[in-house]
């Protein structure tokens, strides 16, 4: 059993910032590598960003680039998300996922990934 928990999301007015957490329990796992994906109202679940754990590389949504900041500790099993510059376009729940294989393949994609936690509300007004 793996579980992944997400944590800092919240209401904030554009402009603002918010810091996201996701850190991974359970079954001792071989992770390759953790990212965010996001849904809103309506809209089908996109990529936000990803990061690698050997070296740490990032790779992010055209949408989110020079805003949004992604980070992990590999010895917690835990990725953040740093949002700044928040827009009313960024509303949406955010889920982590969290990726076993090894090769860097299909990584902005969902199928890419094997665990999955419950969203956290990201909510930014204008």
């Known amino acids: 059993q793996v579980q992944l928990v997400e944590s800092g999301g919240g209401l904030v007015q554009a402009g603002g910032s918010l810091r996201l957490s996701c850190a991974a329990s359970?079954?001792?796992?071989?992770?390759?590598?953790m990212g965010w994906f996001r849904q809103a109202p309506g809209k089908e679940r996109e990529f936000v960003a990803t990061i690698s754990w050997g070296p740490g590389t990032p790779y992010y949504a055209d949408s989110v680039k020079g805003r949004f900041t992604i980070s992990r500790d590999n010895a917690k099993n835990t990725v953040y998300l740093q949002m700044n510059s928040l827009k009313p376009e960024d509303t949406a729940v955010y889920y982590c996922?969290?990726?076993?294989?090894?090769?860097?393949?299909?990584?902005?994609?969902?199928?890419?990934?094997?665990?999955w936690g419950q969203g956290t509300q990201v909510t930014v007004s204008s």
């Open positions: 359970g079954r001792p796992l071989t992770t390759t590598g």
């Open positions: 996922a969290l990726r076993t294989d090894v090769r860097v393949i299909a990584i902005r994609s969902r199928s890419a990934y094997d665990y």
